[in-house]
């Protein structure tokens, strides 16, 4: 199956302090790319649609202001954490599609611990 | 809200077959029936999907019932490797702006 990468894995930052997230679709290009977050024993939840060229859609009670996302090009996708606070620790993960049905094919997820 | 529905945990001995149902009793026509898995801390990882025939590829198959309202998938012998929560998605084909909802997912554990 395609691949989709994220750097880094892992993340320990200080509060207040932004940190940057990258999705990488490998051997595909992808013109939308999904973020996820996921917090202890629980599902994942969307984030946000991230657009090729264009703004990103985000779900309702997602702050667009905290969690900006850049799609420049066709195979990356970054999420950026501004300002972050114990509450943002979290296992974030991106998703690509591909093929016709753009069956989503997901990254390995990066663990962000704030203190 | 998620559009499955599924048994929160499931129990399957080494080496027998894991059947995992879901119901998606409000799938449209255009809706195909997707299936990923989780193991503990990692992405999910795509298995298997289809429309209304069943499936079957090198790690699952998929059954799925002739009113499409509900789908089984199917390990044939299941290995502690399997040990993961599984997700039953449905999705509309090919557009790019329908999101994945995902549910609570059942949490297979394989037993030795």
């Known amino acids: 199956g395609a691949v989709v990468s994220q750097h880094p894995s892992w993340v320990i930052c200080k509060s207040g302090t932004s940190v940057k997230i990258e999705c990488r679709s490998l051997d595909f290009q992808a013109t939308t790319m999904f973020w996820y977050r996921q917090f202890p024993k629980q599902s994942l939840m969307l984030m946000a649609t991230?657009?090729?060229?264009?703004?990103?859609?985000?779900e309702q009670g997602v702050e667009k202001d905290k969690f900006l996302i850049n799609h420049a090009s066709l195979t990356l996708s970054t999420l950026t954490v501004t300002s972050a606070h114990p509450e943002d620790s979290s296992f974030y993960i991106c998703s690509a599609g591909v093929g016709r049905l753009d069956t989503q094919y997901f990254g390995p997820g990066t663990r962000l611990t704030v203190l | 809200d998620a559009k499955t529905t599924q048994p929160p945990s499931m129990d399957c001995a080494e080496g027998r077959a894991a059947n995992l149902p879901c119901n998606h009793s409000?799938?449209?026509?255009?809706?195909?029936v997707y299936w990923y898995r989780q193991i503990h801390s990692q992405g999910p990882q795509y298995i298997i999907h289809g429309l209304k025939n069943n499936e079957t590829n090198e790690m699952a198959s998929l059954i799925i019932t002739e009113d499409r309202k509900s789908s089984t998938l199917i390990l044939p012998h299941a290995t502690l490797r399997d040990t993961a929560v599984y997700y039953c998605?449905?999705?509309?084909?090919?557009?790019?702006?329908?999101?994945?909802?995902f549910g609570k997912g059942t949490r297979l554990h394989i037993l030795p």
């Open positions: 991230s657009n090729e060229g264009s703004k990103a859609t985000y």
């Open positions: 998605i449905v999705r509309a084909r090919g557009n790019r702006d329908d999101k994945i909802i």
């Open positions: 409000t799938i449209s026509g255009n809706e195909y």
